[in-house]
């Protein structure tokens, strides 16, 4: 999210008594809950259970310090060799040897293995303080990463002098003003950290976690507190993928988004004098329901091109077609979509549900548009995401998606598919409410022909017609023919 | 096992003992080593000490992170200690020079 981020300036370094000064992590996300990054010159914990992302979130709080902040950082691993870490997150895209090379990140695992070492009599951890002091001063590092000082607790038996030394260690990297991360793995009965290091670490505590439902994965993030400062309190999800880490702060949005007036064209000849003679609010979002084989992808596609043609970027989620299936069907009904992907102008991201989990889903849809800033979202369909969650969690992600969207001003399409079975005026998300147009395709058969209507059911804002409309399809494109299609209409339930 | 055991191996001791500065504790960490060495493995050992305050960079070669440690880095394998040495039975079992009854 460059834009967010330039609005930002980086807080570390020069003087500022009022507030708390924050340092961006530059994690996409992070910066927003946290309204600015970790505070500065002290330590953050970050707690969460075995494979969280902990290690993660602190390597990218470096290589991010390093790369967007010109601030060089220092990973002490007490888990990890050197060569390990870099191997483990280089699958995640982070190469650290280029870093490494051009000091701005030192790596030193500091192992501790128990059975080697015997103790006796009075000791300090001065050994592990001239290892930080080294690494720090090597680089002139700016950031700290301890993963994880728990560590500690296993390989030494006298942990009284390992809190006084704990204690010493925070207070020494305050007065260095390092900001710093530890880890600590989340001890039983919802403990945040094994060996209570939460009672050292004062200002800022974040939790992670990771849960299995149904057999998907979902990773979520809370600040647990900020000291001095208001912060997002809300489980957010976050993702981690070859692109790194992204925290989803989409519940933080409310409705406060502006409500551009311009219209947009819907690409269907003839529908837009069903809709106030204008076509779509800019910035709206548009539901397209109707059975199988009525025709949603077609309306979506011809509302792709149309936008594509007026130069505008469109991004569009296929739940249960690939990219090419789609441009080669919509050559049917006289579509070239290839064109607009050739010109940048239009991606297609197709992407099973059961892919990912729901919060995930968001995520990636969240991660593409920051990428991609589209003028229009297509999501066709919406109803795959009922086999992943249920009725309560997929509204609830549906509605934020469109907080997300509407705060961007981008035009939203969805599709849903709705059974024969039903009352085809329940779409089976139960998301209509939310949305501004409601577009229902139907099938009607009459003299030997099934034909396609479309009604328009609502659409906020302006008036709309209350005909049902016939809908052509030919090589030519989606048609709206004049006058209604009112002969011989079946009863809604067979 | 009264009299002190000499190691089983004739071969030299190599101990290296990590200190930050003349503090207190390494002052005594020193002393109690000596001590022991002297009673213990005369004639056969080497003592190197090591500043860290003065070389930094070689605390991790040794993986050190508390101080005082002792490191025996002959005999084979490497051992460690750490602490003051205050607890001489501790010292001999730490580095093996002779097994408590």
Same mark, same amino acid.
Request: net charge neutral; proline share 5%.
């Given at each position: 999210m460059p834009r967010a981020r330039a609005s930002? $300036?980086?807080? +570390?370094g020069g003087s500022a008594v009022s507030g708390l000064k924050k340092v961006p992590t530059g994690i996409t996300g992070l910066d927003e809950i946290t309204l600015g990054g970790l505070p500065f010159g002290r330590t953050t914990l970050v707690a969460g259970g075995p494979g969280c992302g902990k290690t993660l979130l602190g390597m990218e709080f470096l290589v991010q310090g390093a790369q967007q902040f010109n601030e060089p950082g220092a990973f002490i691993a007490f888990e990890e060799t050197a060569q390990e870490l870099s191997e483990n997150v280089h699958a995640l895209g982070y190469a650290l040897e280029p870093l490494v090379k051009s000091k701005k990140l030192v790596l030193d695992h500091v192992r501790i293995e128990r059975s080697e070492i015997q103790e006796t009599g009075d000791y300090d951890l001065e050994g592990l303080f001239v290892r930080l002091a080294h690494a720090i001063d090597s680089i002139g590092a700016k950031r700290l990463v301890l993963d994880t000082l728990e560590v500690l607790f296993a390989g030494l038996k006298d942990h009284g002098i390992l809190r006084a030394e704990l204690r010493r260690l925070f207070r020494w990297l305050k007065d260095r003003q390092i900001t710093a991360i530890v880890t600590a793995e989340s001890g039983p009965d919802g403990k945040l950290s094994r060996h209570g290091i939460e009672e050292y670490v004062s200002d800022c505590v974040i939790a992670l976690d990771h849960r299995i439902s149904q057999q998907i994965s979902t990773r979520r993030l809370r600040i647990v507190k900020y000291r001095g400062s208001s912060h997002g309190a809300n489980e957010y999800p976050f993702l981690i993928d070859d692109g790194g880490l992204v925290v989803f702060p989409i519940t933080s949005l409310g409705l406060d988004y502006g409500a551009p007036s311009g219209h947009l064209a +819907? !690409?269907?000849? !003839?529908?837009d004098a069903a809709l106030d003679g204008r076509g779509f609010f800019r910035g709206s979002s548009v539901l397209v329901t109707g059975t199988a084989g009525t025709g949603k992808t077609s309306v979506a596609a011809q509302f792709v091109n149309a936008a594509c043609a007026r130069g505008e970027r469109c991004l569009y989620f296929a739940m249960e077609e690939s990219p090419d299936q789609i441009v080669r069907n919509m050559r049917s009904i006289g579509l070239n979509l290839e064109r607009w992907r050739k010109r940048g102008l239009l991606q297609v991201h197709s992407a099973? $549900?059961?892919?990912?989990g729901l919060e995930s889903h968001l995520a990636t849809v969240y991660r593409a548009v920051s990428l991609f800033d589209p003028h229009i979202v297509v999501m066709d369909p919406l109803t795959g995401f009922s086999s992943v969650g249920s009725d309560r969690e997929v509204t609830a992600v549906i509605t934020r998606l469109l907080d997300f969207l509407k705060a961007k001003q981008i035009t939203a399409l969805f599709t849903t598919l709705v059974s024969t079975q039903s009352d085809p005026e329940h779409s089976e998300v139960g998301v209509s409410s939310w949305m501004d147009t409601w577009l229902l395709l139907r099938t009607l058969e009459s003299e030997g022909l099934r034909r396609r209507a479309l009604y328009v059911i609502k659409s906020r804002g302006m008036s709309h017609s209350d005909r049902i409309h016939e809908l052509q399809f030919s090589s030519r494109g989606l048609r709206i023919l004049p006058g209604s299609a009112t002969r011989a209409l079946p009863p809604v339930r067979a | 096992m009264s009299a002190p055991a000499p190691p089983d191996s004739p071969e030299r001791w190599q101990l290296r003992l990590y200190v930050a500065g003349q503090t207190p504790k390494c002052l005594i960490a020193f002393a109690n080593l000596k001590r022991i060495c002297e009673e213990y493995l005369t004639g056969q050992y080497d003592i190197e000490l090591i500043d860290l305050l003065q070389? %930094? /960079?070689? /605390?991790?070669g040794d993986q050190?992170?508390?101080? %005082?440690t002792l490191v025996r880095k002959l005999p084979e394998p490497v051992r460690k200690i750490i602490g003051d040495l205050s607890n001489t039975e501790r010292v001999l079992v730490g580095l093996d020079i002779r097994r408590l009854p």
């Amino acid at each position: 999210m460059p834009r967010a981020r330039a609005s930002k $300036p980086a807080s +570390s370094g020069g003087s500022a008594v009022s507030g708390l000064k924050k340092v961006p992590t530059g994690i996409t996300g992070l910066d927003e809950i946290t309204l600015g990054g970790l505070p500065f010159g002290r330590t953050t914990l970050v707690a969460g259970g075995p494979g969280c992302g902990k290690t993660l979130l602190g390597m990218e709080f470096l290589v991010q310090g390093a790369q967007q902040f010109n601030e060089p950082g220092a990973f002490i691993a007490f888990e990890e060799t050197a060569q390990e870490l870099s191997e483990n997150v280089h699958a995640l895209g982070y190469a650290l040897e280029p870093l490494v090379k051009s000091k701005k990140l030192v790596l030193d695992h500091v192992r501790i293995e128990r059975s080697e070492i015997q103790e006796t009599g009075d000791y300090d951890l001065e050994g592990l303080f001239v290892r930080l002091a080294h690494a720090i001063d090597s680089i002139g590092a700016k950031r700290l990463v301890l993963d994880t000082l728990e560590v500690l607790f296993a390989g030494l038996k006298d942990h009284g002098i390992l809190r006084a030394e704990l204690r010493r260690l925070f207070r020494w990297l305050k007065d260095r003003q390092i900001t710093a991360i530890v880890t600590a793995e989340s001890g039983p009965d919802g403990k945040l950290s094994r060996h209570g290091i939460e009672e050292y670490v004062s200002d800022c505590v974040i939790a992670l976690d990771h849960r299995i439902s149904q057999q998907i994965s979902t990773r979520r993030l809370r600040i647990v507190k900020y000291r001095g400062s208001s912060h997002g309190a809300n489980e957010y999800p976050f993702l981690i993928d070859d692109g790194g880490l992204v925290v989803f702060p989409i519940t933080s949005l409310g409705l406060d988004y502006g409500a551009p007036s311009g219209h947009l064209a +819907s !690409g269907v000849t !003839g529908l837009d004098a069903a809709l106030d003679g204008r076509g779509f609010f800019r910035g709206s979002s548009v539901l397209v329901t109707g059975t199988a084989g009525t025709g949603k992808t077609s309306v979506a596609a011809q509302f792709v091109n149309a936008a594509c043609a007026r130069g505008e970027r469109c991004l569009y989620f296929a739940m249960e077609e690939s990219p090419d299936q789609i441009v080669r069907n919509m050559r049917s009904i006289g579509l070239n979509l290839e064109r607009w992907r050739k010109r940048g102008l239009l991606q297609v991201h197709s992407a099973r $549900p059961t892919l990912h989990g729901l919060e995930s889903h968001l995520a990636t849809v969240y991660r593409a548009v920051s990428l991609f800033d589209p003028h229009i979202v297509v999501m066709d369909p919406l109803t795959g995401f009922s086999s992943v969650g249920s009725d309560r969690e997929v509204t609830a992600v549906i509605t934020r998606l469109l907080d997300f969207l509407k705060a961007k001003q981008i035009t939203a399409l969805f599709t849903t598919l709705v059974s024969t079975q039903s009352d085809p005026e329940h779409s089976e998300v139960g998301v209509s409410s939310w949305m501004d147009t409601w577009l229902l395709l139907r099938t009607l058969e009459s003299e030997g022909l099934r034909r396609r209507a479309l009604y328009v059911i609502k659409s906020r804002g302006m008036s709309h017609s209350d005909r049902i409309h016939e809908l052509q399809f030919s090589s030519r494109g989606l048609r709206i023919l004049p006058g209604s299609a009112t002969r011989a209409l079946p009863p809604v339930r067979a | 096992m009264s009299a002190p055991a000499p190691p089983d191996s004739p071969e030299r001791w190599q101990l290296r003992l990590y200190v930050a500065g003349q503090t207190p504790k390494c002052l005594i960490a020193f002393a109690n080593l000596k001590r022991i060495c002297e009673e213990y493995l005369t004639g056969q050992y080497d003592i190197e000490l090591i500043d860290l305050l003065q070389t %930094p /960079a070689l /605390a991790q070669g040794d993986q050190i992170f508390a101080i %005082p440690t002792l490191v025996r880095k002959l005999p084979e394998p490497v051992r460690k200690i750490i602490g003051d040495l205050s607890n001489t039975e501790r010292v001999l079992v730490g580095l093996d020079i002779r097994r408590l009854p």
